[in-house]
């Protein structure tokens, strides 16, 4: 649900920051007010396409950021942001939209940048915009075997077929895979025993190849190495003015100083403490002095088994980027899928046996549920077609027809011939499609072919409001905010009453934003927005900003009267009055 919206610099709006509530909000103002613009930013949010022109002139940058809560039962966005770490706080989300002058542009959910078409994706699992072919799932056939399965309360019976679908699928993958590994059968564990009898000999040690790369350097450099630690040495303890001799000397001197002079016992103290150091590190040293022999033959052992685990490591890696601690730790781990898989190549046999006894009684399950689904969707696409119909008739299309055409894909697939199979999607054995008729004479054809805005968000309407008399509470929770531009086209009158009564009936199980221009439907609402524009005085001159306020009661019913007559006399008044009275909700 949107809780605020914040707009700047966006076409003629400056700074604009509104919240809204939840239920029925209507936008109004004079033509040319600026409406479109409110649903443009929105849009804009949304994640349409827009470029620099939004920016409002003499501006570098349009920025558009709104709060949203997340219903927690709306498992596609959350499911959505799970699976690019972003978390909600407590169900509320910041998203960011903005682009500059240069064309750069930047897009955030909560602090993670995403691209357009991420955008796009997540918020469609929140907002519907209806009216200017725009973020519109009803265009998309995909979403209308989702609306006729959450209509026939079928959405957990497909939910179900959905997983025996995905199981089968594994299952013939596997087959199909150990088939495969069949006909290479022999050839593979040839190359796999080899490997792993090769690696199994050179008995490779984690971080071996580090150790044995100091060791070779060691030795091949040997006479330099030899040369510094003897010079080392010199200067360390083989010479009268060696360190050790000089720290020796000074050490006796401070001692003797120190008895005279009381105050000189801590420094007495620390050069103890380095004197025995430097004595310890002599020690250490001179060990490692006499321990230092050249041995050709080690050396030649060492660049030996260096180049048997470069050779290991070029020939035997695991599948996938994973990181290792060391080479060795890589070819163990390639020897232990190698041994996983000649041990299931081995038992290759038995486990085809077992998956095709498990494909076989899949098959069987799927085509049950297929056909369960199948009876059940045209049921209720019957139910679903009339109940729009029929609002669609006082809507305003009195000579629509509306059909939810549920179509086998095996006749599909046959050309409209006999089907040889069953065939299967993910959701079942049918593609649902939504055809409308909106003329008499006309025949059926696609809702994406309908050229009029007005009507499409009309039927969306008709589909919302079948949706929430038949769906029990709580089983309809994305997308939780729906938007209606241009929905008033070329009605007034009765319709426009029954529209506005639709509007307020879905209002009470969605967030609902109307842009309207008719008094009879604006009555209807839970939260009056208008939308004005106004010539402001600034520093470089006059410049005309758009602006949208709260109406409180009274500004309401000026509202209304200027939206029936034009003007504010006392006739538009008293109808104002007169329609708040009948059908108005208290703000």
Same mark, same amino acid.
């Given at each position: 649900?949107?809780?605020?919206?914040?707009?700047?610099?966006?076409?003629?709006?400056?700074?604009?920051?509104?919240?809204?509530?939840?239920?029925?909000s209507v936008l109004t103002g004079e033509t040319g007010a600026g409406k479109s613009?409110?649903?443009?930013?929105?849009?804009?949010?949304?994640?349409?396409?827009?470029?620099?022109?939004?920016?409002?002139?003499?501006?570098?940058?349009?920025?558009?950021?709104?709060?949203?809560?997340?219903?927690?039962?709306?498992?596609?966005?959350?499911?959505?942001?799970? +699976?690019?770490?972003?978390?909600?706080?407590?169900?509320? !989300?910041?998203?960011?939209?903005?682009?500059?002058?240069?064309?750069?542009?930047?897009?955030?959910?909560?602090?993670?940048?995403?691209?357009?078409?991420?955008?796009?994706?997540?918020?469609?699992?929140?907002?519907?915009?209806?009216?200017?072919?725009?973020?519109?799932?009803?265009?998309?056939?995909?979403?209308?075997?989702?609306?006729?399965?959450?209509?026939?309360?079928?959405?957990?019976?497909?939910?179900?077929?959905?997983?025996?679908?995905?199981?089968?699928?594994?299952?013939?993958?596997? #087959?199909?895979?150990?088939?495969?590994?069949?006909?290479?059968?022999?050839?593979?564990?040839?190359?796999?025993?080899?490997?792993?009898?090769?690696?199994?000999?050179?008995?490779?040690?984690?971080?071996?190849?580090?150790?044995?790369e100091a060791e070779a350097r060691r030795l091949g450099d040997f006479e330099k190495?030899?040369?510094?630690?003897?010079?080392?040495?010199?200067?360390?303890?083989?010479?009268?003015?060696?360190? !050790?001799?000089?720290?020796?000397?000074?050490?006796?001197?401070?001692?003797?100083?120190?008895?005279?002079?009381?105050? !000189?016992?801590?420094? #007495?103290?620390?050069?103890?403490?380095?004197?025995?150091?430097?004595?310890?590190?002599?020690?250490?040293?001179?060990?490692?002095?006499?321990?230092?022999?050249?041995?050709?033959?080690?050396?030649?052992?060492?660049?030996?088994?260096?180049? !048997?685990?470069?050779?290991?490591?070029?020939?035997?890696?695991?599948?996938?980027?994973?990181?290792?601690?060391?080479?060795?730790?890589?070819?163990?781990?390639?020897?232990?899928?190698?041994?996983?898989?000649?041990?299931?190549?081995?038992?290759?046999?038995?486990?085809?046996?077992?998956?095709?006894?498990?494909?076989?009684?899949?098959?069987?399950?799927?085509?049950?549920?297929?056909?369960?689904?199948?009876?059940?969707?045209?049921?209720?696409?019957?139910?679903?077609?009339?109940?729009?119909?029929?609002?669609?008739?006082?809507?305003?299309?009195?000579?629509?027809?509306?059909?939810?055409?549920?179509?086998?894909?095996?006749?599909?697939?046959?050309?409209? +011939?006999?089907?040889?199979?069953?065939?299967?999607?993910?959701?079942?054995?049918?593609?649902?499609?939504?055809?409308?008729?909106?003329?008499?004479?006309?025949?059926?054809?696609?809702?994406?072919?309908?050229?009029?805005?007005?009507?499409?968000?009309?039927?969306?309407?008709?589909?919302?409001?079948?949706?929430?008399?038949?769906?029990?509470?709580?089983?309809?929770?994305?997308?939780?905010?729906?938007?209606?531009?241009?929905?008033?086209?070329?009605?007034?009158?009765?319709?426009?009453?029954?529209? +506005?009564?639709? #509007?307020?009936?879905i209002g009470t199980l969605k967030q609902i934003f109307c842009v309207t221009h008719?008094?009879?439907?604006?009555?209807?609402?839970?939260?009056?927005?208008?939308?004005?524009?106004?010539?402001?005085?600034?520093?470089?001159?006059?410049?005309?900003?758009?602006?949208?306020? #709260?109406?409180?009661?009274?500004?309401?019913?000026?509202?209304?009267?200027?939206?029936?007559? +034009?003007?504010?006399?006392?006739?538009?008044?008293?109808?104002?009055?007169?329609?708040?009275?009948?059908?108005?909700?208290?703000?």
């Open positions: 649900m949107l809780k605020e919206l914040s707009v700047r610099n966006f076409a003629l709006i400056d700074s604009l920051s509104l919240s809204f509530e939840n239920g029925f613009i409110i649903v443009g930013s929105l849009s804009f949010l949304l994640g349409a396409k827009a470029d620099t022109e939004v920016i409002r002139s003499g501006c570098d940058e349009a920025g558009v950021s709104a709060l949203l809560t997340v219903d927690p039962r709306n498992r596609d966005a959350l499911d959505w942001l799970s +699976g690019r770490d972003i978390e909600d706080d407590e169900g509320s !989300l910041v998203v960011r939209r903005s682009v500059k002058s240069s064309g750069r542009s930047s897009i955030y959910i909560q602090s993670v940048p995403v691209t357009r078409a991420d955008l796009a994706e997540f918020m469609a699992f929140l907002f519907d915009l209806h009216g200017q072919h725009t973020h519109e799932t009803l265009l998309r056939k995909e979403t209308h075997r989702k609306y006729l399965d959450c209509f026939a309360g079928l959405e957990e019976e497909a939910a179900a077929f959905n997983r025996v679908f995905l199981e089968l699928a594994d299952k013939r993958k596997a #087959l199909e895979a150990s088939l495969s590994s069949e006909r290479d059968r022999d050839a593979r564990l040839e190359i796999l025993g080899y490997g792993v009898d090769e690696i199994a000999k050179a008995k490779p040690l984690g971080g071996e190849t580090k150790e044995l190495l030899s040369m510094q630690v003897n010079a080392a040495a010199l200067a360390f303890y083989d010479d009268e003015a060696s360190l !050790l001799s000089m720290a020796r000397r000074a050490r006796a001197g401070l001692d003797s100083a120190a008895s005279i002079d009381g105050s !000189l016992a801590p420094m #007495l103290k620390r050069m103890e403490d380095l004197f025995y150091e430097a004595e310890d590190l002599a020690r250490e040293f001179r060990s490692y002095r006499d321990g230092l022999t050249y041995d050709p033959q080690r050396l030649e052992e060492v660049e030996d088994r260096l180049a !048997l685990l470069q050779k290991l490591k070029k020939k035997y890696h695991p599948s996938g980027s994973r990181d290792f601690a060391s080479d060795e730790d890589g070819i163990l781990a390639w020897k232990q899928e190698a041994e996983a898989e000649i041990e299931a190549l081995e038992g290759a046999g038995e486990n085809r046996d077992r998956l095709r006894s498990e494909i076989s009684g899949l098959e069987k399950d799927l085509a049950a549920r297929a056909a369960s689904l199948s009876a059940k969707r045209n049921a209720g696409a019957k139910r679903l077609s009339a109940g729009i119909s029929s609002i669609l008739s006082r809507l305003g299309m009195p000579n629509a027809r509306f059909q939810a055409a549920v179509v086998s894909k095996a006749a599909e697939r046959a050309g409209g +011939g006999k089907p040889a199979s069953l065939v299967c999607g993910p959701w079942g054995a049918d593609d649902v499609e939504f055809l409308i008729s909106a003329n008499a004479g006309e025949p059926l054809k696609e809702l994406a072919r309908i050229a009029s805005g007005g009507e499409l968000s009309r039927v969306m309407l008709a589909i919302k409001t079948v949706l929430s008399e038949s769906v029990p509470e709580g089983g309809d929770a994305a997308p939780e905010t729906l938007v209606f531009d241009e929905i008033d086209t070329g009605i007034g009158g009765e319709v426009a009453l029954s529209v +506005g009564e639709y #509007l307020a009936q008719l008094a009879s439907i604006a009555v209807r609402a839970d939260n009056h927005l208008k939308v004005e524009k106004k010539v402001v005085a600034g520093e470089e001159g006059s410049r005309t900003v758009t602006g949208v306020s #709260l109406l409180k009661p009274e500004e309401r019913r000026q509202e209304i009267a200027r939206m029936l007559a +034009g003007d504010e006399g006392a006739a538009a008044l008293a109808h104002a009055d007169e329609l708040l009275a009948k059908y108005g909700r208290s703000l």
